[in-house]
C-alpha cells in the first residue's frame, strides 16, 4: 500500500510562489505516473497536472501552462509542483495522486494541503 504525504502549502499573495511536496512510501514504488489535483470550495476536484515517473512526461490542465511546474526525483520517491504567479482562483486543497499502471485511473489519495492566494 501506498502512503503520500504532501506539503508546501500556505498563504501567499497573488502573483506569488508555492512549491508543494508529495512524498511517497510503501515497498518498490514504482508507478506508472503521478499526479496533482485541486479541489476549491464547493467544486468538484479537478486535474492540475501529472508526470510519467520513468520517462518524465508531463501534462497539465489549460489553467496553469505555463505558471505551474511538475517534476519528480525517483530517488527520493517525491513530486513537486512549483507554482508561480498564482491566481486567487487557484485557492484550493492541493491533492497528489498515484497512477498504479497506464490503465488504471489515478488514487492513493494523500490528505491534501491547503493553498490559499489573496489579492
Known amino acids: 500500500q501506498v502512503q503520500l504525504v504532501e506539503s508546501g502549502g500556505g498563504l501567499v499573495q497573488a502573483g506569488g510562489s508555492l512549491r508543494l511536496s508529495c512524498a511517497a512510501s510503501?515497498?518498490?514504488?514504482?508507478?506508472?505516473?503521478m499526479g496533482w489535483f485541486r479541489q476549491a470550495p464547493g467544486k468538484e476536484r479537478e486535474y492540475v497536472a501529472s508526470?510519467?515517473?520513468?520517462?518524465?512526461?508531463?501534462n497539465y490542465a489549460d489553467s496553469v501552462k505555463g505558471r505551474f511546474t511538475i517534476s519528480r526525483d525517483n530517488t527520493k520517491n517525491t513530486v513537486y509542483l512549483q507554482m508561480n504567479n498564482l491566481k486567487p482562483e487557484d485557492t484550493a486543497v492541493y491533492y497528489c495522486?498515484?497512477?498504479?499502471?497506464?490503465?488504471?485511473?489515478?488514487?492513493?489519495w494523500g490528505q491534501g494541503t491547503q493553498v490559499t492566494v489573496s489579492s
Open positions: 510503501g515497498r518498490s514504488f514504482s508507478p506508472y505516473a
Open positions: 495522486a498515484v497512477k498504479r499502471t497506464m490503465f488504471r485511473n489515478f488514487g492513493d
Open positions: 508526470i510519467t515517473w520513468s520517462s518524465g512526461t508531463t
